[in-house]
């Protein structure tokens, strides 16, 4: 092999660890605190069937640093696993499936600890919860209904997050199991969506400002007219518009009529025959010219009744307190950021100061509700400020309220299906969730155990050819995992076990199921 | 007869034999093996592909290894494509793979070496060298699958010469360049200052000064004449301060030159900032005073996330300027005398020249009222760092193979333009039917021919009187232009007629382009690849070989399709373009025109996404503008 190397002494180490640069290309996406979870994160995966897609999972948890995992296996390794797990080669013929993988998956990254659980006769799987907590547990299917019961019945009590996951020959599955109720404060909104500036209800401090730099705006120069900010150009309008029709505009009409207000304004008589902060105000119009609403994520945390164990915990402590300053104000926290725009850099600071401090002062009226809690002396100022900047996005996630029945969702999906083609719209992957939702504890069937199976919960099943064919291609599979569906599919649940794990980004609720011969993937709450 | 062994039960069970065959008998090629290449390598081995050439020219850096999970530590500096392939090869040593360490844009990868794989794939980093695969797979009429991702975001597209789009049918956004004006005079943004430090400063002392770089298009107008002429003089005073490296002096004599002096200059330009904010000069030893009751400088640097304050970017500007001179100083005395002077450019990985352009980037904001920015966003910018996962390559490298077997089996009708929308929870995945090719695409629009020239006699006149003119019958008015885009022959140009093509410089394996310049009905670009042949002399020293047949064969009839009237098409993505090595800044410019786009019926933005779901299926022929991350550009990269 060559060796390529370089005629250049590396410069001394200075600033990021080495850690930092490992890491450098995905802190860009969850930040510090998003990996620091991960690094306190212990996963285990209950592995059975013919066990790729769980350790595919595991490699991509492991390559950005999961700070602890665990295989739990009762399998040896044979000759079919080598040709579908890359985790396993000849030398790990006749030995322990779960020792192999954690030997082989450690190797990608020293700072990860790996540890395995070879159940059996002698060794039952109740001994790994004896003294090991999780944080969150991956299981692949078929499984055996007693220890899934014992791994449902763990998860249950200590409220730990589960997922399944089911790959079988072109087809996989994997469904998100939340314990309770799953909030998100850290939702990674889209930035254009996060600006909130008030101008429809500016406070004091705001008002005062627009006067103070629109004070005689006929008769500034040239380079304070083209240096006021769009945002003081669209108060001091809302003003003038307000005394003339006696109310704000509201209507996309009014709206549209009040850019035109605004662009009359713009001075023309100089050499760009235009201002660029005018220009910036008549884009912003529609966008910024809208009273707040709550979304209907923030109204669904505002409705919820977090039952004693959750109304504890800091979110819900915050929630409560950030409800409470709503019903006062009418408004949420204001998030304080101000958008880039053409101003002098002094009255921009001003601005940016401005906001700042109405910021500042909405979190210290929240911090002061919640440490009027009982629950709520020790929850950190930061975790108050970043709720508030955060609190038009925040989510929940409900675990527990039951979904529709099987037999609803599939009325709705093979309802659509009979217009699908119509309306040139995919069809519904639900045949494929049944067929391989059939063999959950069996190894393999013949495709017509697999409908024999459906049809106790859904009767029609024999008589519609999409639940036939989705069964003889699961029954054609034997078993069998692809590996490139389960690299695909292992991709797919390792990014919702670390937005589940950092609590940040919205994951999935609850199933998602692909199709690799049309390469399609559908969600269902199921 | 192809064999199979237990190992391949698990594919030849689900994929069907004649696929399972058909994949064994493959012949593909993969390019690049980073954050993609890795998984794909992987899953293309265990999918029982027999041959398996990898290309990559890149080395193995740390921040890699969080997602590149062939390689590892001891790994480092060495090359991606030999370490990739030992790894595969450990693990299935009956697959026949090749590497090679070079760079795909190398002439030896010829037309006639792209024919020899069944396929290729594109798992590569940048715009330039995609382009490039892009043309020599529809030269060689071979299928490329085409991907990329940018942290959560990712994309696979399967390209068929004629049957679907390629990759340059839609638009790509290129690199942004500013204005030499904006970053040496009046700059505005923290960009401006950045490129400055990166582009500006750091190449004039320790680069050679004349370097141009590519993110400062010094392109002049008239307006802008006199102050070019005074920043040229400004360099030129800048190259004497660089005699003074080393010396104790030398950080004071360059910041007062770049800080003081310069900003002088500018601020006696009034026109300049009547309506600008002037900029405030700083003075070293000023600045200086402040600075003694500064923490010590390691401290500073271990402070990635914060800005720093005015002290302490002189501190770092002083201690990395230190750094970097005395590496100078000892590459000067290492390097021999009949060697060119030894240079240090930046790289978002040397510690040295990143610590430089922080510091000197965040003084000039200071100077010109600017926000000053953390050296971890001074990073992104400036090294125009893709956030990268192992996720999301999984995911792109899983969807590339399922791709791949519509290819093996000719299927392209089948295969499937891939989005991955994370962000869309309802869906994950967007997968569309194949985009067919733009008839106005510049590159796959055209029609291709291998040429066989005598180059021991073939003039450029045997091809324009005796092929072009006679056999295929152009008329007076065409062009003929080679690889570099110079014209070698139009009407007015005539004199190289009877020069032979080596005395032109062209030789085998080169592009010759056609261009129909007739008013009438013209054809469509002409490609022609250069195959040096030996022909017998008894016959023309120019011959063609696999003309496409004339698709539309309006009078006067011609073997070379016309040009078509454009068509609007779209599967709904086109505006995406998200691709490419581009530069990841949007300036708020940028910014601003896109919530204009979306303020023209007042979308909001959930409407917004449900536009762009709905319009997953069948060709609405709307055109849908993905803005959902406006500030930050869709690029699909993976280094
Ligand atoms: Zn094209």
Redesign the pocket.
Known sequence: MTEIVTDQTPPVLHGPSDKEKKYDRQLRLWAASGQKALEDAHILLLNSGSGTVGVETLKNLVLPGIGKFTIADDSIVTEADLGVNFFLDEDCLGMSRSESCVRLLQELNSDVEGQHYQFGRDRPLEGLFSDATFTLILYTLPIDSNNLTLIQKYANEKKVPLLSIHSAGFYSYFQTHLPGSFPIVDTHPDSTATTDLRLLTPWPELSEFAQSVTKDIENQSAHDHGHIPYLAILLHHLARWQSEHGALPSTYKEKTAFRNFVSASTRTDNAEGGEENFEEAVAAVLKTISSPHLSGAVKEVFDYKPDEVESVSSFWIIAEAIKTFYSKHNALPLPGSVPDMKAQSTIYVQLQNIYKSKARQDVLEVLETVRVHPGGKDIPVTEVEIFCKNAAFIKLIHGKTSPASIVEIADKEFESDDIAALAMMPLSLLPIYLSLNATSHVPSASSSEIVATISKIIPSASSNPRIVKAAEEVARAKGGELHNISSLTGGMVAQEVIKIVTQQYIPIDNTCVFDGITSRTQVLRV | MVQFTKRDQSYHKSLGSPTNALAKEARVLMVGAGGIGCELLKNLVLSGFGEIHIVDLDTIDLSNLNRQFLFRYEHIKKSKALVAKEAAHAFNPSVKLEAHHSNIIDPGFNVAWFKSFTMVFNALDNLDARRHV?KMC?AADVPLIESGTTGFNGQVQVIKKGVT?????SPKELPKTFPVCTIRSTPSQAIHCIVWGKSYLLSEIFGTSEEESAQIDSSEDLENEKEIEKLRQESQALKKIRGAMGTQSFPQLLFDKVYQDDVNRLLSMEDMWKTRRPPQPLKFAKVMEKAAELAPVDQILKDDQRAWTLEENVAIFTDSLARLSSRMQSMKTSSKSDSAEPTITFDKDDQDTLDFVTASANLRSLVFGIDTKSRFDIKQMAGNIIPAIATTNAIVAGLCVLQSFKVLKGDFSSSKEVFLSPFAPQRLLSSDKPRT??PD?????VAQALLLVDMSRATLGDLVEDFLRLELGYGEEFAVVNHQSQTLYDVEETHNLTKKFSDLGIKGDNFLKVIDEGDENPRVDLVLNFQESSISPDDKPVRGVNFPPASNSEPPSSPIARRRKPVEQSNGHTADAPNGNGSALVTSDSGIKKRQISEIDEVEIPAKRSKVQSNGYGNSGDTIVLDDTADVAILIDDD
Do not use: D, H, R
């Open positions: 892009n529809l789009a390629c990759y340059e049918c090719p733009n695409c510049p590159v796959c629009s």
